[in-house]
């Protein structure tokens, strides 16, 4: 029964990682690249997210609340996970290892950005290229927010590839293989979209 019931958490670990978690990264990486034409287009995209409908409903159960378990399950497996060499060999076993800790940084970078923003937000603060502006303009700032970045899309990119073989969308080691190209590319480009957003706030 404990063993059914760790095999469902981390299955629902894995999915939430990826949706909804990890499409909203990847949304919210997209719109904070419109500040690379200005502060009035990245201002019209905050606003456009900010007045869709259902906000807080689409806020905690889509977003928070999976994250929240998603985090909370992820400390747990990364405190209590041993690497497997003999199963995934050399550089799947660094992989793992990465996927740790880019998870443990990404939260205290997510906590962090959270209470920057939205939390602020909640006490009258308004949310725009300004504010961003004045975080990013600590040069310690802009590269804590350039460091939590590459980590989260990381964690995402590379947890996307145990997302699929974990549901078994990829079984055999070809397909494994591929799968690495493909996330690894997704790394890539996201981290460009992020590190070209965040810098375009300087």
Known sequence: MAQNREFFYRRLHSLLGVIPVGLFL?????????????????????AFME????????EIF?????LLFHAIYGLYIAFTAQNNVSRY????NWMFMLQRLTGIITLIFVVWHVWETRVQAAFGAEVNYDMMA????????????????????????????SFFVSWGITVTPRSQQISTYVTMGIFVALSIVGIRAILAFV
Request: aromatic share 22%.
């Open 26 to 46: 990847t949304q919210h990486l997209v719109v904070n690249h419109f500040a690379t034409r200005g502060a009035d287009a990245f201002n019209k995209a905050a």
């Open 51 to 58: 007045q869709l409908p259902f906000r807080y409903f689409l």
């Open 62 to 66: 889509v977003i928070f609340l999976p």
């Open 89 to 92: 060999g050399y550089f799947r």
């Open 134 to 161: 004045n975080i990013v303009a600590n040069p310690f700032m802009l590269a804590f927010y350039i460091v939590g970045i590459v980590s989260a899309v990381f964690h995402f990119a590379n947890g996307l590839w």
